[in-house]
């Protein structure tokens, strides 16, 4: 009796100390699974013309921040922008840039030197058009069949098909695609150095954007008062 009653109380203290053991197994179990959780990994950007996008520098570390005014972006259109956003936003910079350069040109020129269209074209630039369609009446749907190539080309060679398009309206640039690097260069004048490459864009955007401000004060100015920028400037 003494026996069994020894026997009963050993088996009472073996089971209550295992119940305050940790499973061991389970334990094995539970430290497997956290071992093989996957690591989310950095995203591996691609570089083109010596740039690797920057998810920490301003504009994804774009060219064209210069002294003295650097990060430039008082309303922050750039602020929060993905690189897909980003690459459109300096796409449409960059374009429209070149477009401003060859009008600032265009109003120069045209306003001081008119041998088309047998020299009936007078007055100020932005009127110019209107007489071109009185003498040339096709020019002006000429004119449109041109930049309509022109356009076609561009986004063949940097814009995703619009099938492809994951989420963004109007469409997006290709990953390998560096915005404005249309492959036109029949002068050869684009760098094979990154640092140089780098150098001529920012100057680029520069001109660009000056020519941008330039040709906005001359369509004012002319709308204004009907004179040509020569005469508003009493050259």
């Known amino acids: 009796m003494v026996r069994a009653t020894q026997l009963l109380a050993l088996a009472s203290v073996t089971g209550m100390v295992g119940a305050f053991t940790a499973p061991h197994r389970l334990t094995r179990v539970s430290t497997r699974v956290f071992s093989e959780a996957p690591v989310a990994e950095e995203p591996k950007y691609e570089t083109i013309n010596g740039w690797t996008a920057d998810p920490s520098a301003f504009c994804w570390g774009l060219p064209g921040n ?15 922008l993905d690189l897909t956003e980003m690459k459109r936003f300096r796409e449409a910079e960059v374009t429209h840039g070149r477009v401003s350069m060859l009008a600032v040109l265009g109003f120069l ?5 008119h041998p088309l269209f047998g020299g009936m074209i007078a007055g100020p630039a932005i009127r110019h058009l209107d007489q071109v369609r009185q003498v040339a009446p096709l020019f002006f749907e000429i004119l449109a069949v041109t930049i309509g190539l022109a356009e076609l080309y561009r986004s063949l060679v940097g814009w995703v098909s619009p099938q492809d398009v994951k989420k963004y309206f109007g469409g997006e640039l290709k990953d ?12 050869g004048l684009k760098p094979t150095d990154p640092k140089e490459f780098v150098e001529m864009q920012t100057k680029e955007l520069q001109n660009g954007r000056l020519a941008m401000l330039a040709a906005m004060g001359f369509i004012f100015q002319e709308t204004v008062n009907e004179q040509g920028i020569f005469e508003n400037l009493g050259l």
């Open 66 to 80: 210069i002294a003295p005014v650097g990060n430039f972006d008082p309303i922050g259109l750039s602020k929060d």
């Open 109 to 113: 020129t045209a306003e001081s030197f």
């Open 176 to 187: 390998n695609y560096y915005p404005g690097d249309i492959g036109f260069d029949p002068l």
